[in-house]
């Protein structure tokens, strides 16, 4: 029963352009959603989270949207650039439990 | 400000031996959570501390424990290891369960031959 889905396993984009990650959740109690960022040989990056009290979060180059009715948020980052490439995870929780439930990750490359 | 310290980096074993792991959380952070990630199964929760006791708990067999002292550093200790016990074990802290975003280490690369 995976409760939190990234059905893009990579994605490639061009340096300077918009790279948008997609994330699905089933569970409707969730109401704490945080993206993070993960090289090889290290653990998981914070990068920006969201509260379902909100639809949208920027900050800097990042911003989360977050779509309760469809049970989707999104993550943007613009403009993109070669080190920003990267695992990205989405992640969700309840916000009254330390128990976050992952997706299965993206793999972002940006092309110089 | 130092991060979340987690010790060791690498870690091999065999079959049947124990092992703990060893978690200091970033300073003023209470919560402490641990996460095992596999190829297979990704990142999967198995236990949150807070204050000394365990809030929360993952599907895992009995085989993982884990315990958190009063300066809220935590170990994790697996026992009768199994092969498919090998994975990256990853500590994480926050300020509180609130809707405080948690900050990871870097893990423990534990093998199992």
């Known amino acids: 029963d995976q409760q939190v889905k990234q059905n893009s396993p990579s994605l490639s984009v061009q340096e300077g352009r918009i790279s948008i990650l997609n994330c699905d959740y089933t569970?409707?109690?969730?109401?704490?959603f945080l993206w993070y960022k993960k090289y090889p040989a290290e653990g998981p990056t914070f990068l920006i989270s969201?509260?379902?009290?909100?639809d949208k979060n920027e900050d800097g180059r990042f911003t989360v949207f977050l779509n309760k009715s469809a049970k989707h948020l999104s993550l943007h980052i613009v403009p993109s650039q070669p080190g920003d490439s990267a695992v990205y995870f989405c992640?969700?929780?309840?916000?009254?439990?330390?128990?976050?439930?992952f997706g299965q990750g993206t793999t972002l490359q940006v092309k110089p | 400000k130092a991060g979340v310290t987690q010790t060791p980096r690498y870690l091999i074993k065999t079959r049947g031996q124990q092992v703990t792991l060893s978690c200091s959380p970033i300073?003023?952070?209470?919560?402490v959570s641990w996460y095992q990630q596999t190829p297979g199964q990704g990142l999967q929760f198995l236990f949150e501390?807070?204050?000394?006791?365990?809030?929360n708990k993952g599907n895992f067999p009995g085989r993982f424990s884990g315990r958190q002292f009063s300066n809220s550093r935590s170990e994790m200790n697996v026992s009768t290891l199994e092969l498919g016990d090998s994975a990256l074990y990853l500590c994480?802290?926050?300020?509180?369960?609130?809707?405080?975003?948690?900050?990871f280490g870097d893990g423990t690369r534990l093998s199992i031959l």
């Open positions: 994480a802290s926050s300020l509180d369960r609130g809707d405080q975003p948690q900050h």
């Open positions: 569970n409707s109690m969730f109401d704490y």
């Open positions: 969201i509260s379902s009290i909100k």
């Open positions: 992640a969700a929780s309840r916000s009254n439990t330390g128990k976050l439930i």
């Open positions: 300073s003023g952070h209470r919560s």
């Open positions: 501390y807070f204050s000394e006791t365990q809030r």
